[in-house]
């Protein structure tokens, strides 16, 4: 059997393990309580218990699965308990018949009492949930508090094992010992600790320590709309692992002029935010997220589409932008949601050629072209070095099942073998982290080629002697820049208290960020073997990272390879579409000046060759034309053109709200949408200053130095 289903095999017994020893504890359980053998009962129980706790404490996915099969900690419990009962009733005497009821009044008490403590659970979640959720910004006037105790607050199923512990433990002893008093013992402690539970939560219903309610909170919200006054915004709502797409958008919005601000609809995804100092403001509800429309936010910019985004383009006073999180020859790059929008901002020509070609019913006059602003930091020379660095980065299987989506199914492990075939090939293996999602033979063969690049490694010199003066320095890097990604509130805390301790940022977090990112990536590097093989595939090294280190990328057809042709270096594109190459050519525009690849990837040595030797590289000035018809010119910068992009967008909702007041009349305006208007356009022009100056201060500094800052 293949190593990699030895250990497929091997995780799902792991998975699985728990649930049966749970089972079998049960079901021996009962064995000794009907058939009266203390030995068995008190063994199966311990078990049980014992199994339980390291269930809640190390096995999330576990609990899980027990509570979608509605076997939930609560019904284990009382199993568990009901049945050492059982046990102490048919092991005992009849003269402990006293102590049996007492016994059965205490363990009905402790339930009694843990659901008490569940209702109170829930009456200060709900007094300590506001309307909505904020980060980086000052929540002083709102009365937050710190939170309970998770333990109290948010986790019954562990409330429940933990408070009910001493009175299981003293069941059981009972049943050992055939003394009662362990079980009343245990019984007393139960009763006491819920009894405390109940107190702790009950001080957190005093009206001394409950926030405004949402009247007063949405009063106060509304005040610092009008305080800060923002300019522009990013709108983004979507699902845990959707994050990257907004998140890849801050550091372009954070340098923009004026008060950006971001808005979110899924409570989760605040935390899910990378490191920022923008304001951060969720509106989980329709009717609340209307209040923005009364502010002077006049632009909003969206990086993807979802079904909620519909409720915010009901706002006609905010004219709407969809800016995408990346661009490709696949059919998602064109979406006919797109024409919803005001405008859709695109990269290059080549997308505003997809649209027209694509017939969706996107407008060429509602089409901007900005670049790409994340590019900034990719490198246009090769490394160089003694080895040829290829960086192999497939894409997943996608959603649509469409033939070619990802080159890891048929011609992965030809690419791999043929790379690793080569002594002078370093291969840095990146696959796409949703790889196997949906398809699992796309999985299966991940597994495989991460199994033959360890192989590989393992017959290196090099790779068997790793450089150890650098580990040092990149495990206190490291340690840095956790320390400075970490989340800083507790781990026990609510939304409430994160919005405490995550008001106003000191500033200068997402620089620090940065900076911390790039020494990190420097010193990883640095402290690789130079002919190693690499298996990338977690967040660190980023993608980007990955570029500047490569001489040639292998992919498929993605916004990677649209990324990629910034570097200006030498790409293939693995074509398992099963069409001839010039109709892959034609159907994809991004792989005009790419070394197509075949699934038995015969065309390895020809890409290796171009890498290596200008002369052989027929697609030098390609790529050239390819960059600038897929990513837009270099100059103006990308950033430049984004914050012209964004201006022009505003102006435009205030020359609608102006076109919207003059019909109206002055004498009929509200005194309060006059006020606002006056405050979109100040707001407005001190952006532009902040823009003009900012062009004045970066008009005088040297090429190297605007490369550097990204400005």
Same mark, same amino acid.
């Given at each position: 059997?293949?190593? *990699?289903?030895?250990?497929?095999?091997?995780?799902?017994?792991?998975?699985?393990? $728990?649930?049966?020893?749970?089972?079998?504890?049960? +079901?021996?359980?009962?064995?000794?309580?009907?058939?009266?053998?203390?030995?068995?009962? +008190? &063994?199966?129980?311990? +078990?049980?218990?014992?199994?339980?706790?390291?269930v809640h404490r190390w096995l999330k996915q576990t609990l899980a699965r027990l509570g979608r099969l509605r076997v939930d900690a609560t019904l284990r419990q009382v199993l568990r308990d009901l049945l050492l009962v059982v046990g102490v009733v048919r092991t005992a005497g009849a003269e402990h018949e006293? &102590?049996?009821?007492?016994?059965?009044? &205490?363990?009905?008490?402790?339930?009694?009492?843990?659901? +008490?403590?569940?209702?109170?659970?829930?009456?200060?979640?709900?007094?300590? *949930?506001?309307?909505?959720?904020?980060?980086?910004?000052?929540?002083?006037?709102?009365?937050?508090?710190?939170?309970? $105790?998770?333990?109290?607050? !948010?986790?019954? &199923?562990?409330?429940?094992?933990?408070?009910?512990?001493?009175?299981?433990?003293?069941?059981?002893?009972?049943?050992?010992?055939?003394?009662?008093?362990w079980a009343l013992a245990g019984i007393g402690v139960s009763l006491v600790l819920s009894l405390a539970g109940i107190v702790r939560l009950a001080v957190h219903l005093l009206p001394r320590r409950r926030a405004l309610n949402e009247e007063r909170a949405l009063a106060w919200l509304d005040e610092w709309l009008a305080a800060y006054g923002p300019t522009t915004g990013m709108y983004f709502s979507g699902g845990a692992s959707s994050a990257y797409q907004a998140n890849m958008w801050l550091e372009p919005l954070a340098a923009l002029p004026g008060r950006p601000i971001i808005i979110l609809r899924e409570r989760f995804m605040v935390q899910k935010i990378a490191a920022t100092?923008?304001?951060?403001?969720?509106?989980?509800?329709?009717?609340?997220?209307? !209040?923005?429309?009364?502010?002077?936010?006049?632009?909003?910019?969206?990086?993807?589409?979802?079904?909620?985004?519909?409720?915010?383009?009901?706002?006609?006073?905010?004219?709407?932008?969809?800016?995408?999180h990346g661009e490709s020859d696949k059919l998602s790059s064109c979406n006919p949601y797109a024409k919803a929008y005001d405008e859709v901002w695109v990269a290059g020509p080549a997308a505003r050629e997809r649209y027209a070609l694509a017939d969706v019913g996107v407008e060429d006059k509602d089409i901007v072209e900005i670049g790409r602003p994340q590019l900034k930091g990719i490198d246009t020379v090769a490394p160089g070095g003694s080895v040829t660095t290829v960086l192999y980065a497939p894409t997943w299987e996608g959603w649509d099942g469409q033939p070619g989506n990802t080159s890891v199914i048929e011609a992965g492990e030809n690419i791999v073998r043929r790379l690793l075939a080569d002594p002078k090939v370093r291969l840095l293996y990146k696959p796409h982290p949703m790889t196997g999602s949906v398809d699992p033979r796309a999985g299966a063969a991940n597994e495989r080629i991460q199994e033959l690049i360890r192989a590989a490694n393992g017959g290196r010199a090099a790779a068997k002697d790793p450089k150890d003066k650098g580990a040092a320095e990149l495990e206190r890097l490291a340690a840095e820049l956790d320390r400075l990604t970490a989340a800083d509130y507790r781990e026990g805390s609510d939304e409430m208290e994160r919005m405490l301790v995550q008001g106003t940022p000191s500033g200068g977090r997402d620089k620090a960020v940065d900076e911390a990112t790039r020494r990190w990536e420097d010193a990883y590097w640095a402290s690789l073997p130079e002919d190693a093989h690499q298996i990338i595939t977690g967040p660190r090294p980023a993608l980007y990272s990955c570029f500047n280190q490569a001489d040639v990328l292998i992919s498929d057809v993605s916004s990677v390879v649209s990324d990629y042709l910034a570097s200006g270096k030498p790409y293939a594109v693995a074509n398992t579409a099963g069409v001839s190459e010039t109709q892959f050519r034609?159907?994809?525009?991004?792989? !005009?000046a790419a070394t197509i690849l075949t699934p038995d990837a015969a065309q390895v040595p020809e890409l290796l060759a171009a890498a290596r030797n200008a002369s052989r590289d027929g697609f030098a000035r390609a790529r050239g034309e390819l960059k600038r018809y897929l990513l837009g010119p270099d100059e103006p910068s990308a950033q430049s053109r984004f914050a012209r992009a964004v201006e022009a967008l505003s102006a435009k909702a205030l020359e609608r709200e102006e076109r919207q007041l003059a019909r109206e009349g002055t004498s009929t305006l509200v005194p309060s949408q006059a006020d606002r208007a006056a405050a979109a356009r100040a707001a407005v022009a001190e952006g532009e200053e902040e823009r003009d100056f900012a062009a004045d201060a970066l008009a005088g500094s040297e090429p190297d130095s605007l490369e550097r800052t990204g400005d």
């Open positions: 059997m293949p190593p *990699t289903s030895l250990a497929l095999r091997s995780q799902a017994i792991g998975r699985l393990l $728990p649930t049966v020893v749970l089972a079998a504890s049960f +079901v021996a359980s009962a064995v000794g309580a009907a058939m009266a053998l203390p030995w068995l009962l +008190v &063994g199966a129980a311990a +078990v049980g218990l014992v199994t339980e706790l390291v006293g &102590g049996w009821t007492a016994l059965l009044l &205490g363990l009905l008490a402790v339930y009694g009492l843990h659901f +008490v403590s569940q209702g109170a659970a829930i009456l200060v979640r709900r007094t300590r *949930t506001l309307p909505f959720v904020t980060r980086n910004i000052d929540t002083s006037g709102l009365k937050l508090t710190a939170a309970p $105790p998770a333990l109290l607050l !948010r986790r019954p &199923g562990h409330r429940l094992l933990g408070f009910g512990l001493p009175a299981t433990a003293g069941l059981i002893a009972t049943v050992a010992a055939d003394e009662t008093v100092d923008l304001p951060v403001l969720c509106l989980p509800k329709v009717a609340h997220l209307m !209040r923005i429309e009364q502010s002077t936010l006049k632009s909003l910019v969206h990086p993807s589409n979802s079904g909620k985004t519909s409720q915010v383009l009901r706002m006609p006073g905010i004219k709407h932008a969809f800016i995408n034609t159907d994809f525009p991004t792989v !005009r």
